[in-house]
Each structure stands twice: as C-alpha cells, then as structure tokens.
Nanobody, 125 residues
C-alpha cells in the first residue's frame, strides 16, 4: 500500500503560480507512475498530468499544457505539480494518485490504485 499526502494548495489570484507537493510513504514509490487529477465542485474528477516512474515521460491535459509542470523526486518519495498562469477555471481540489506501472497513458481515475486526500486550490479572478 502507498500513502499519499498532498500539500501546497491555497488561495491565489489569476496569473499567480503555485507548487503542489505529494508526499508518499509505504511501498517503493519509484515503482509507481504518478498522476495529478482535479475535481471542481459538482464536476467529475479529471486528469491533469502524469509522470513515469523514472520521470522521463510526462503527459498533460490540454487545458494545462504549457502552464503546469509535473515532476518527481524518487529519493524524497515525492511528486510535484508546478502551476503557473493560474486561471479561475483551475479552481478545484487537486489529488495525486499512483499506479503500479512504469508508464501508461492513464487518464481515468479508475486506473489508479492509491490516492491522497486532496488539496484545495482557489484562483480568484
């Protein structure tokens, strides 16, 4: 089992930047690919970004491409989501999740086995 804890959320203004962190404990974090999802009020949880176990491969939703950067540090057992140029439509609870595979194009929440509790990001216009 892998335990995940997100942090770094907050209230920011449009155009600001924010860095989310996902701290992992439990089984070898490096054996998992990591993804970030977000869920706005009344909406489904949607894919934001993913990174392979080694960090060499990444994938982004079109809505965040060019503004968000996903990264990981397997020594620190952590993953990050650097968000810049934030917009009001980025307001959501952000979740990190892991899947026990090196890499796959996995955008469905059901494909991920372990989840954190989420961190709120609110962007004011």
């Amino acid at each position: 089992q892998v335990m995940l804890v997100e942090s770094g959320g907050g209230l920011v203004q449009a155009g600001d930047s924010l860095r989310l962190s996902c701290a992992a404990s439990g089984r070898a974090f490096r054996n998992y690919m990591v993804a970030w999802f977000r869920q706005a009020p009344g909406k489904e949880r949607v894919f934001v970004a993913a990174i392979s176990w080694s960090g060499g491969l990444t994938d982004y939703a079109s809505a965040v491409q060019g503004r968000f950067t996903i990264s990981r540090d397997n020594i620190k057992n952590a993953a990050y989501l650097q968000m810049s140029g934030l917009r009001s439509e980025d307001t959501a609870v952000y979740f990190c999740a892991v899947r026990a595979t090196a890499w796959a194009t996995s955008v469905r929440p059901s494909e991920y086995a372990y989840w954190g509790q989420g961190t709120q990001v609110t962007v004011s216009a």
